[in-house]
């Protein structure tokens, strides 16, 4: 099991940060690989609510993403399932990614962090651990080196 | 085919899901190729047992194994972390970049708020 994971400081409170990862008015303001604008994104705020987003890179493509909310808790949690439908990576169309997004309120305003698995397989999901990926990079980075060295 | 790569990634990550597995490719790394028998020697599980993980490695084509007469010498084969890690980086540039817009937002609405007074 591995998974990117992600974590960002940002300067607004947890239920403001809610609200821009999973409506479709915040989902417009920043999902997406680059600076090019969303075209167009839907959000059915609850569990098993769908969502889609559409977005050009700047290649002039357009890559569309839909998934499903698995978990809901405001203002600290939401998990989505997510694949892309056109565009985006074609060799992985029919692998559904897992994407978690935690809150924590901190002083500043809000610790968010991303974890993104690669896994699709619900079931093999469940049987791995989490959490390993710090060691997964490392070896990962040995390997890098050792190419680049 | 077109689930080719993802099922390829699920194996890699599936095989590297494991701690002794890991210690396996640790330790050739450390080692280029090493005998069955040598590779096995500093884990606490018997031969059959290491056996098996070598087979859940190269199903995944994180190794490669050949036979020199009866000994069955294992090497690590990097194309298949290469794609592991390609699959990181590439989500991890994905999700940085939209972050940093995300941030962005939430502050402007935080301060929309605030002018607001909430």
């Known amino acids: ?149 | 085919m077109v689930n080719y790569h993802a099922h390829r990634l699920d194996g890699i990550f599936a095989a590297l899901g494991d701690p002794t597995r890991r210690a396996i490719l640790a330790r050739l790394k450390r080692k280029d190729s090493l005998s069955v028998s040598a590779l096995a020697e500093p884990f606490a599980i018997t031969l059959p047992a290491v056996m098996k993980h070598l087979d859940v490695l190269a199903r995944a084509g994180l190794i490669r194994r050949s036979k020199h007469g009866r000994t069955v010498t294992v090497e690590i084969a990097t194309d298949s972390l290469k794609t592991a890690m390609d699959w990181l980086q590439r989500y991890e540039r994905f999700w940085s970049s939209s972050l940093d817009r995300l941030a962005k937002y939430a502050e402007s609405k935080e301060a929309e708020a605030r002018r607001k007074g909430h």
């Open chain 1, 1 to 149: 099991m591995s998974n990117v994971t992600i974590v960002r400081c940002i300067a607004a409170r947890p239920a403001i940060v809610f609200e821009a990862l999973a409506t479709p008015e915040g989902l417009m303001s920043w999902w997406g690989p680059d600076d090019l604008p969303v075209v167009a994104a839907t959000a059915d705020l609850r569990v098993r609510g769908r969502f889609q987003v559409r977005f050009r890179t700047a290649d002039g493509l357009e890559h569309e993403c839909a998934g499903q909310f698995l978990e809901i808790v405001r203002p600290e949690r939401i998990v989505m399932s997510w694949q892309w439908i056109s565009g985006g990576e074609p060799r992985e169309r029919e692998a559904v990614s897992r994407l978690e997004l935690h809150l924590r309120a901190i002083e500043t305003g809000t610790e968010l962090t991303l974890v993104h698995a690669a896994l699709h397989d619900e079931a093999s999901a469940r049987n791995h651990e989490w959490g390993w990926n710090g060691a997964l990079d490392k070896l990962l980075r040995n390997f890098d080196e050792t190419r680049t060295a």
